[in-house]
């Protein structure tokens, strides 16, 4: 039940992204940041000196630099260690206990880790929207488009991206800035969102995008 080895694969480039239904545009004033997941534990499986997780890690900073720079808010979701059966529920049953309470395992990866002002949610589910307050925190803000980057991509991130849809929040899925458990995953994620729920693009093309916009 813990979680599989992780073997190097290439990111998708620009023309690997599937074409989404939808005909959104990222716009700065609109849009947040979501770092998805993006913990030791999480992170542990992938050889740390290959991508996908070495090139994922340098676009989530380019992303979190430029959004801070233009006032886009950053989200990040964290799980908390040693987990008590009656929480972590059905999870249990699919993954084992999860993580334990110690840095090794809750910590956010030091280079792309939160900063004053941007906001840290307890996750709970694979959604980020459950048991959280992010829809709120949201639309005080006047935000409805979301970024969603991070691990994993068929699993928590995927769905977030679903959830926030079905609350009529725009989401973009940054394929090279998303890691899953093999290429063929991965691929898949981005073809399932592209064609229910969101938009994907690489993170040059979702920059360009903020700039344009702004």
Not at 76 to 95: F, I, K, P, S, V
Not at 147 to 161: E, F, P, R
């Amino acid at each position: 039940m813990a979680l599989p080895r992780i073997s190097s694969y290439p990111l998708p480039t620009p023309a690997d992204l599937p074409t989404a239904r939808s005909p959104w545009q990222l716009h700065a004033r609109r849009a947040a940041l979501l770092v998805h997941d993006m913990q030791q534990y999480f992170l542990a499986p992938y050889p740390a000196d290959a991508d996908p997780i070495r090139s994922v890690l340098a676009h989530i900073g380019q992303l979190v630099q430029h959004c801070r720079a233009q006032g886009i808010p950053v989200f990040y979701t964290a799980q908390h260690g040693n987990q008590q059966r009656c929480d972590r529920g059905l999870q249990a049953e699919l993954w084992g206990p999860g993580m334990r309470a110690t840095p090794e395992h809750e910590a956010i990866a030091a280079s792309i880790g939160p900063a004053e002002g941007d906001f840290v949610l307890v996750k709970h589910r694979y959604s980020a929207f459950q048991r959280s307050n992010l829809e709120t925190l949201l639309n005080v803000r006047g935000r409805d488009q979301l970024m969603v980057c991070g691990v994993y991509a068929h699993i928590g991130v995927m769905l977030t991206a679903a959830e926030a849809f079905q609350r009529d929040i725009e989401p973009f899925l940054i394929a090279d800035a998303v890691a899953d458990f093999s290429a063929e995953q991965h691929q898949m994620a981005l073809q399932w969102a592209a064609a229910t729920c969101a938009v994907p693009l690489c993170t040059q093309q979702a920059l360009q995008q903020l700039e344009t916009s702004a």
